[in-house]
């Protein structure tokens, strides 16, 4: 006994040797030469054409920038004389940059023309003439008034229209000169194309006697095709007869017969397992006469455990094997009734689906078998396969046959996307909803695995994600998602998809159900609901900023001092519009929760620090509630967390504490730390919460109704975002309460690794006498900013419009921008890309509108309306500051040397003064960043030692964390892998999908203000 899969390689070289050995040796040889001689032919004449087709192009470019030479002074001519006649500004944006266009214009003219003197000397007469017309022009753009008579005379005899004529005149000698040239050069490209026309003739002898070799493998392959005729009857006969109707005992031996007849065997057989005593078992089996019916009736006696005999042997090894002649196998208990019939040869292929064994099957011959062809082993492994699949679907039937009354009523019913599968993803089912989605029926479906249908062919990625779904699920995993799917209208539909597993009594996964809804409603509802949002946040925080900041600066005596009862009434109306802020801020925030964006800016932080500053904060508000505040830090403890966030955890649960005390009681804050956790605990004697409550607090709009909690206000969304925020941070939060004895509200946050935590810098005295541009059009906002900096001795230019602020920047230098995006005539944004190139004017926006990554090194901060005090002081320090001094500092991160230096070169394309650091690793590029403080990073993800997502985790937590960054990737990245990948101002580029011009565009714009064109 051997392996099949041995003799199959060996007769299927001696094959491969014998018939095509000659073939191959001698049309290769013969194409080689031919092809070896046309080649060294058509290099020639490839020469000699390319030189030709270059000098036409050659006397193209020439004609072209002649033309320009006459368009430029003409567009120049028409900006001055409007500018002349209506002195409106806006014709001279026509006239800058004409005379460089003219100019570059006719130093590219005078290089191409390096090799035609007559030419050249024209261009020298030219020059002059140029410069003449443009001084012309420059004396008329002077003028101060609009022309009076007088001005006109003057300018009538000027020599503007007499250097006009010269320089059409000079131009059009030249452009025939060119055409004459043309012509020639055109004449001598066809001479070149007809003959390599010629050639081409010639080498169509090449493919002729390419086509008698193919003409000899075509002979070949005829002769294959009868044989394969043959198996592929096998297998239709083998199809037609599963489908056909029956029992499955008629069937299958049907199928066995349609096999043996075709192959030359005397018997076949097929033994399936007996899943209660772990053995095979006699299923069916055909025979050719009633001369082997002896050895059939010994077959349907014995039972096979792994390994014994034929069966056995196979389902072991789960490999089909050949016996040379069975009746001289010792492993073979059939053997003597083998002997009576006569029989020799056997062979037996295991009936398996995707790693299950499902049978084996056995035939047998009367002669000895030392190997098989490869096409009826091939055959053979077909044939097995299309009666596993028919076993399979045996065994679910009959699984399916006592649920399917019940099933049947609740899947024709419902009107969602519902379906049945096999473990191994073949669909059994689709109901009506489904099926008429794809306009299909059900028989164009089932059978085929589910990833290869209509639901998800339109897309290559859901296809692979539907399969590897379909494993997971029939691993026993619960399987949601959301894709987008064409109807028939080609209307794409946003679908709601599952994938459950069943399991029967054994816990056997046996069905696998899909389900789709659609939720295309549902998805355009959250749209309109984030765009109501949005209007929200603008419409209210502005007015907001004026309110606070006026009533803060009008209890602060900054506009002159009040009288008692006037000052009640500001604080009374400050105290309510933090208030509104607050809700609205709780709103948005529950908004941005739900939606997954809830951005945290982690830094290093003092837990002792930040007890102290919300104790502070709160003092007031707790005595006008007769409430003690005091606070228990038993020790401090280092945070990487987000100041604003964990302060406003604290302050809603101190508030809340204070809230519902009875008067002459204590709130105390305890802290301590916990193994790696810091816990802070808010302790109240108020009425306590009872334990059927303890569940609704931190969910979202729930209050508590016992005794007077409805007397207090409040929104219901402070616990929730408190939970959130503390999650988010990888933290836990709680409660312990009994009724009548007060409450304990606890959250813990994870220690910091590194415990030293560095002080909250001032930014009052290093912004002593710097000059501010406030670009801002709300007049309340303006003077709540103006009279916050000009307390800290900034000095504030404001201009309410873009067009006022580009005037103001080029008659003055400022050391910051406060900027507002919303501006009446443009968005902010446009500022910062008309800004001179050579500017490094840094630039905090102050604005309601959502945060944007806008690729601008310049733009230091974001700060969303109603801003604090602290945050825009200390924006503005750091950007008074500033960056390393010297030249832009660009980072390189990328171990493919060629792609590396492609990057490189795109980089210093951009100007003299940039200065490339390259990492062929994570470590190094770590390494890199905190010593050079680049101003932009360029990262691949494929790095050795320490890839791309280690890299960023890393910077994230260092001085390098707000660095612009370009992810340059050959990986296409979900929406979460990209939000792990971002530093500062972050770009996503995909290689391969990027084009240079898309790319380069990113750089000069991250680069802006840092770069000198060379």
Not at 214 to 235: A, H, P, S
Not at 316 to 343: G, I, M, W, Y
Not at 828 to 852: F, W, Y
């Amino acid at each position: 006994m051997k392996s099949i899969d041995q003799s199959v390689n060996s007769f299927s070289m001696r094959k491969t040797r014998d018939r095509i050995k000659t073939v191959v040796t001698v049309g290769m040889l013969c194409l080689f030469c031919l092809m070896l001689i046309a080649g060294i032919s058509s290099y020639n004449h490839a020469n000699k054409l390319y030189d030709a087709r270059q000098w036409v192009l050659h006397t193209y470019e020439v004609m072209q920038q002649l033309d320009s030479l006459i368009a430029a002074p003409n567009d120049a001519e028409s900006a001055a004389y409007g500018h002349l006649l209506t002195h409106d500004k806006t014709y001279l944006f026509n006239f800058k940059g004409t005379a460089k266009q003219a100019h570059d214009a006719f130093n590219r003219a005078l290089y191409l023309s390096r090799d035609n003197p007559i030419q050249h000397e024209r261009l020298n007469k030219l020059k002059p003439v140029l410069d003449s017309k443009f001084d012309s022009l420059d004396r008329m753009i002077k003028l101060k008034t609009k022309p009076d008579s007088a001005t006109l005379d003057e300018l009538k005899k000027s020599n503007d229209l007499i250097y006009m004529e010269q320089l059409r005149h000079i131009v059009s000698e030249m452009k025939l000169e060119e055409e004459k040239l043309l012509a020639e050069r055109l004449a001598t490209l066809k001479l070149a194309v007809n003959e390599m026309n010629q050639r081409l003739l010639w080498y169509g002898g090449i493919a002729l006697s390419g086509f008698v070799l193919i003409g000899y493998v075509v002979n070949y392959l005829m002769r294959r095709q009868d044989k394969e005729e043959k198996f592929q009857n096998i297998l239709y006969s083998v199809n037609h007869s599963l489908a056909s109707i029956g029992t499955p005992d008629t069937v299958l031996t049907k199928a066995l017969q349609e096999v043996a007849n075709k192959l030359d065997f005397q018997i076949a057989q097929i033994w399936i397992p007996d899943k209660d005593r772990g053995d095979l078992v006699f299923k069916r089996s055909w025979k050719q006469s009633e001369q082997f019916a002896d050895f059939e009736n010994a077959s349907k006696e014995l039972r096979f455990e792994s390994g014994k005999g034929l069966p056995g042997r196979v389902w072991q090894s789960r490999l089909a094997t050949l016996v040379l002649d069975v009746t001289e196998d010792n492993n073979f208990p059939r053997a003597p009734h083998a002997r009576k019939c006569n029989l020799h040869g056997g062979v037996a292929f295991p009936l398996s689906l995707t790693g299950e064994m499902l049978g084996v099957m056995e035939f047998f011959t009367t002669r000895k078998v030392a190997n098989l062809e490869p096409d009826v082993v091939h055959t053979l492994n077909v044939v097995a396969l299309q009666i596993s699949q028919y076993l399979e679907r045996l065994k679910f039937e009959q699984a399916l046959h006592t649920s399917e009354r019940k099933f049947k009523a609740i899947f024709d019913e419902t009107f969602e996307f519902i379906g049945l599968l096999s473990p191994t993803g073949i669909i059994l089912e689709a109901n009506k909803t489904a099926l008429d989605f794809i306009k299909a029926d059900k028989s164009s479906v089932i059978g085929k695995y589910f990833w290869d249908t209509p639901w998800w062919s339109h897309s290559k990625e859901l296809q692979e994600k539907v399969e590897q779904s379909v494993h997971e699920a029939a691993n026993g995993k619960f399987i949601r998602f959301e894709s987008t799917h064409p109807d028939p209208d080609g209307v794409l539909l946003h679908v709601d998809f599952s994938l459950k597993p069943i399991v029967d009594d054994d816990g056997n996964i046996v069905l696998l159900i899909p389900e789709g809804r659609d939720i295309s409603d549902k998805k355009e509802a959250e749209k309109r609901v984030s765009e109501f949002y949005s209007t929200v946040s603008h419409e209210l925080r502005t007015p907001l900023t004026s309110i606070r900041g006026a009533f803060g600066l009008l209890e602060g005596g900054k506009a002159g001092d009040l009288s008692p009862k006037a000052l009640r009434l500001v604080s009374m109306g400050k105290l309510e519009s933090e208030r509104l802020v607050r809700l609205i801020n709780d709103i948005l925030d529950i908004r941005k929760i739900e939606a997954g964006k809830l951005e945290l800016k982690l830094e290093k932080l003092s837990a002792a620090q930040i007890i102290e500053n919300t104790t502070n904060t709160l003092n007031s508000f707790a005595q006008d509630a007769s409430i003690k505040l005091t606070s228990d830090v038993q020790e401090d403890g280092t945070l990487f967390a987000d100041k604003d966030r964990i302060t406003q955890v604290l302050t809603n649960l101190v508030s809340n504490a204070v809230k519902f005390s009875p008067p002459e009681s204590e709130v105390i804050i305890k802290a301590r730390k916990n193994g790696a956790f810091y816990r802070i605990e808010v302790q109240d004697h108020g009425p306590g919460i009872k334990d059927s409550d303890l569940k609704k607090l931190f969910q979202m709009f729930q209050q508590l109704d016992q005794s007077d909690h409805r007397e207090k206000g409040g929104t219901g969304l402070g616990l929730a975002i408190s939970k959130s925020i503390v999650e988010q941070h990888d933290g836990h939060i709680g409660v312990n309460s009994k009724v009548g004895e007060g409450s304990t509200f606890w959250f813990e946050i994870p220690l910091s690794k590194q415990n030293e935590v560095k002080p909250d810098h001032e930014c009052v005295e290093s912004s002593n006498g710097n000059k501010v541009l406030l670009v801002e059009d709300d007049d309340s906002v303006a003077m709540i900013i103006t009279e916050t900096l000009n307390t800290h001795h900034l000095n504030v230019h404001r201009v309410s419009t873009i067009a006022e602020a580009e005037e103001s920047l080029a008659r003055s230098k400022f050391s910051v921008i406060v900027l507002d995006i919303q501006l009446p005539d443009g968005n902010g944004n446009s500022l910062l890309e008309n800004m001179d190139k050579t500017s490094t004017t840094p630039i905090v926006v102050v604005s309601a509108s959502e945060r944007k990554h806008y690729g601008n090194p310049l733009l230091i901060d974001w700060l969303a309306k109603p801003f604090e005090e602290s945050k825009l002081l200390s924006a503005i320090d750091l950007a008074i500051r500033g960056r390393k001094q010297g030249p832009a500092r660009v980072l390189i991160a990328e171990d493919d040397e060629s792609t590396r230096e492609i990057i490189k070169q795109y980089v210093l394309s951009l100007g003299s003064n940039i200065q490339v650091f390259e990492a062929l690793d994570g470590l190094k590029a770590i390494e890199l960043a905190r010593a050079e403080e680049p101003d932009l990073i360029i990262l691949d993800l494929g790095l050795p030692h320490t890839d791309g997502f280690e890299v960023v985790t890393v910077l994230r937590h260092e001085k390098a964390s707000k660095t612009p960054l370009i992810v340059y990737t050959a990986t296409d990245l979900s929406s979460e892998e990209k939000k792990k990948l971002s530093l500062g101002l972050t770009t996503h580029f995909t290689k391969s999908k990027t084009s240079e011009e898309t790319f380069l565009s990113c750089l000069v714009s991250t680069l802006n203000g840092l770069i000198k064109k060379s």
